[in-house]
């Protein structure tokens, strides 16, 4: 039933359970003289480019692909559209490389077809920090489907990561594929329940009415939390130590330093929001909470096109209790106009979800490794990994 993935060093279903397979790779690295030196075959009317991201131009086209084919929920009301601000930071984080970042073109008309990326990454798996590539972004043209690109593309991409020495891969899907790591649960906080409701995203409940749902998801106008702002530059050292021995409690975590933190976490204005909170009289970053900015296109309504929607990040408490910073990031984001606020079941979110008015979604995120086993499948909560 996985042709492809049959072939690949993933944990395959048939071995679930097997305990007799030590945790840790698959495969061994080969020498990388071994290491195949072209690209893989395409169909005849096909070539690959690399997307130069720099590119206006060329981040253009990437973005004008995604908005049309990418990820849709499964009644197809919805599809993902990152933004081009949103991509050209998550495709060039510190030490990218601009070869993961891979096109396919029609031969003819140059048109981009498909796109698949990776971007490097320290990812820690119990006590090990392993290199690895998070491959995200992988779309074929509607048009193009079923055509067994897709394999074609993961193959290629797996090839030039190997060529700068990267032998792991992590990634999440919203399919069900060998195997994954750990499934998590989406969940949805309504900011803006009437145009939810209006774009079929959200539903009236039962023996509720419009005025009483709205009153139902009313925040303040204010965060309520002393000392809460947004983070800043200098607080580049302050936030990563906070989070380095925060993450150190999970089994699979990023591996963040000072530049992966400002990079992936200083605000930046439609990409990514941070708020910390500062103790009034040590000036100590006792807390820490994010969000990131990713809309929908909004299939076929008269009224509205898009869905702006804030995805929960990194997040941490010592000293502020979870759910009063989850509170005040509701409270941000409800003022930056986001309808939606989503989150993962991830880390220590399932302890705010509910008392804070989020309920489940209809997709589910399931996360994999490649060439990597895990001797047993994670809870949610165990897992301290945010992809985008
Ligand atoms: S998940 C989002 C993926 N994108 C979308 O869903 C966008 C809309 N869909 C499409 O564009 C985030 C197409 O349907 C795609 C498949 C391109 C998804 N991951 O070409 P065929 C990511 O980007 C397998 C992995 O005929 P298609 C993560 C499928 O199981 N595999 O299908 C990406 C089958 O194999 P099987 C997927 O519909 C991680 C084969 O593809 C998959 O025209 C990539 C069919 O191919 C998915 N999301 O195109 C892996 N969806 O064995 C990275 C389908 O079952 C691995 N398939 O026969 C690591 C690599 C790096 C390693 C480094 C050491
Ligand atoms: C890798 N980076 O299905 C990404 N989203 O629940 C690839 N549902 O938005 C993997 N269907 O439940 C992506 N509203 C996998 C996810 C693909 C997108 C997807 C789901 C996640 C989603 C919404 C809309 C459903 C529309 C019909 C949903 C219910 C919200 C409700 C609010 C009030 C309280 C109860 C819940």
Redesign the pocket.
């Known amino acids: 039933i996985h042709k492809f993935w049959e072939t690949q060093p993933v944990g395959q279903f048939k071995d679930v359970g097997d305990s007799s397979l030590a945790e840790g790779p698959i495969e061994p690295p080969t020498p990388l003289s071994e290491v195949k030196q072209e690209p893989y075959n395409l169909p005849s009317a096909y070539e690959w480019t690399t997307c130069d991201m720099d590119s206006e131009e060329t981040c253009l086209e990437v973005y004008n692909l995604l908005k049309n084919n990418y990820?849709?929920?499964?009644?197809n009301?919805?599809r993902?559209n990152y933004s081009r601000e949103f991509l050209g930071w998550a495709l060039r984080p510190p030490g990218y490389f601009a070869s993961w970042h891979i096109g396919v073109r029609a031969k003819a008309s140059k048109k981009l077809v498909a796109f698949i990326s990776g971007v490097p990454a320290r990812i820690r798996v119990r006590e090990h920090v392993v290199k690895m590539a998070e491959i995200?972004f992988l779309c074929v043209h509607k048009k193009l489907r079923s055509k067994r690109l897709a394999p074609v593309m993961i193959k290629e991409v797996t090839r030039r990561v190997h060529l700068e020495n990267i032998w792991q891969a992590a990634?999440?899907?919203?399919?069900v594929l060998p195997t994954p790591i750990t499934t998590c649960?989406?969940?949805?906080?309504?900011l803006n329940?009437k145009k939810?409701i209006d774009v079929?995203?959200?539903?009236l409940g039962a023996r509720m009415t419009m005025s009483r749902t709205i009153k139902l998801y009313k925040l303040p106008d204010s965060p309520v939390t002393p000392g809460f702002r947004k983070m800043e530059l200098r607080d580049v050292p302050a936030v990563t130590r906070l989070l380095r021995n925060y993450m150190s409690q999970f089994s699979v975590a990023p591996d963040f330093d000072e530049t992966d933190v400002e990079h992936w976490l200083l605000p930046k204005e439609s990409v990514v929001d941070s708020f910390l909170v500062e103790s009034q009289y040590t000036r100590e970053v006792t807390d820490f909470c994010s969000f990131y900015t990713l809309p929908?296109s909004i299939l076929g309504n008269q009224t509205y096109s898009t869905l702006k929607?804030a995805y929960s990040y990194y997040n941490v408490s010592t000293k502020t209790p979870l759910l009063q910073l989850m509170n005040d990031a509701l409270i941000v984001a409800k003022k930056k106009d986001f309808d939606?606020f989503?989150a993962l079941d991830v880390m220590e979110n399932e302890s705010f979800l509910k008392e804070l008015?989020?309920?489940?979604?209809?997709?589910?995120?399931h996360y994999y490794l490649y060439n990597y086993r895990i001797r047993h499948a994670l809870k949610p909560s165990e897992l301290g990994l945010v992809?985008?």
Request: net charge negative; no cysteine; hydrophobic share 35%.
């Open positions: 990820v849709e929920d499964d009644e009301l919805f993902f995200n990634y999440t899907a919203g399919v649960q989406y969940w949805h906080r309504s329940p939810l079929g995203f959200s539903r929908s929607a939606v989503n008015k989020f309920g489940p979604g209809d997709g589910q995120l992809l985008l």
